[in-house]
């Protein structure tokens, strides 16, 4: 194994393909599956041209690289295998048995990849609803979808959020908080942001439910740490958001201002994406920060929660930038 490093080296100065320097490498052309069990894995790619890639259930592991044809840019990436591949219900299929592998970008040539297990992987798990979500089919995507492309390998996001969640039935349904709680390892991090959909949901219940979730992650040794929901793009005559784009519920609870004070009073930290995404809305415009949620023009409907993949790239990068202020044992795997 100690020859490979100098091995490597010496393809990449001469241009040659890296598929000859060890016998793990698959040249992945377009798409390309690796038959291998539910778990976590650190995905190696050698890439050249304007290509990056997506796993499983279209999320985005890396974004594309710029390389000169013949050369090649070593990248890589830990990423879970699971089933179903996309949100916990199932609702959007089960997916396809072991890792999927698509290359993306506007010029993707062939990649050499190599699959490895890492079942000691540390894994940042993500309880939210749609607007985190895994989403198997276009145009929506969730912000926790993109995350991994803002980590290199080291560790695995494991992203639980599904659409129509709330802190009521992420606690009622099984196949929720009772199916990610005991995953959950000493070290690891678990991201929670459920507001958008309590809706009716009272202060007192929604702090009660909020306090469950962080009592459940810390009994397993987890570090909860509390997100604040992304704005929607509700914006009022004066070029503010309103409440609604606040995430304020429809009892008048503010969603955000409890999360806020819970974190406070029990010393979590706090990633303040309501706050974040509310800075870049109202700096763009209303019509200018269109094209991070789902329009008419480009998807068939004006949605003003969810994301496109613009959309969710930006959000995750939000939430990165949080983690590094907050400085979180996490920020040391982040992508220079």
Not at 118 to 131: L, Q
Not at 176 to 185: G, K, L, T
Not at 278 to 284: G, I, K, P, Y
């Amino acid at each position: 194994m100690r020859l490979l490093v100098p091995l490597l080296a010496a393809v990449l100065v001469l241009g040659a393909s890296p598929a000859d320097a060890h016998s793990r490498w698959t040249v992945c052309d377009g798409s390309c599956s690796f038959a291998v069990p539910p778990g976590d894995y650190e995905i190696e790619a050698f890439l050249t041209g304007q290509t990056g890639f997506d796993v499983e259930a279209r999320r985005i592991a890396l974004a594309p690289v710029d390389a000169r044809p013949g050369r090649y840019v070593h990248r890589s990436v830990t990423v879970e295998v699971r089933a179903p591949e996309g949100m916990p219900s199932g609702e959007d299929g089960p997916g396809t048995p072991g890792l999927q592998v698509r290359l993306t970008g506007s010029a993707p040539r062939p990649a050499r990849i190599a699959v490895t297990p890492k079942p000691h992987a540390p894994r940042i798990f993500v309880i939210s609803d749609s607007t985190a979500s895994d989403w198997a089919n276009p145009p929506k995507n969730g912000w926790a979808q993109a995350l991994p492309e803002f980590f290199r390998a080291g560790p695995s996001v494991r992203n639980y959020a599904q659409s129509g969640a709330s802190t009521v039935s992420y606690l009622a349904d099984p196949r929720y908080f009772a199916r990610v709680r005991p995953m959950v390892r000493p070290g690891d991090t678990v991201l929670i942001q459920l507001a958008h959909n309590d809706k009716q949901t009272t202060e007192d219940v929604y702090r009660a439910n909020v306090a469950t979730l962080v009592d459940g992650v810390r009994a397993q040794g987890g570090a909860p740490v509390l997100v604040t929901p992304p704005v929607r793009h509700r914006f009022g005559a004066d070029g503010k958001l309103t409440p609604l784009g606040l995430v304020v519920n429809n009892i008048g609870v503010d969603l955000p201002a409890v999360l806020r004070d819970v974190a406070g009073q029990q010393r979590i930290p706090l990633l303040d994406l309501t706050a974040r995404s509310r800075v870049l809305l109202e700096s763009l415009g209303e019509a200018a920060s269109w094209p991070l949620y789902l329009t008419l023009a480009h998807d068939g409907v004006d949605d003003a929660t969810h994301l496109s993949r613009y959309g969710a790239e930006q959000f995750a990068a939000l939430v990165t930038e949080a983690v590094v202020q907050a400085r979180l044992p996490i920020a040391r795997f982040l992508r220079p």
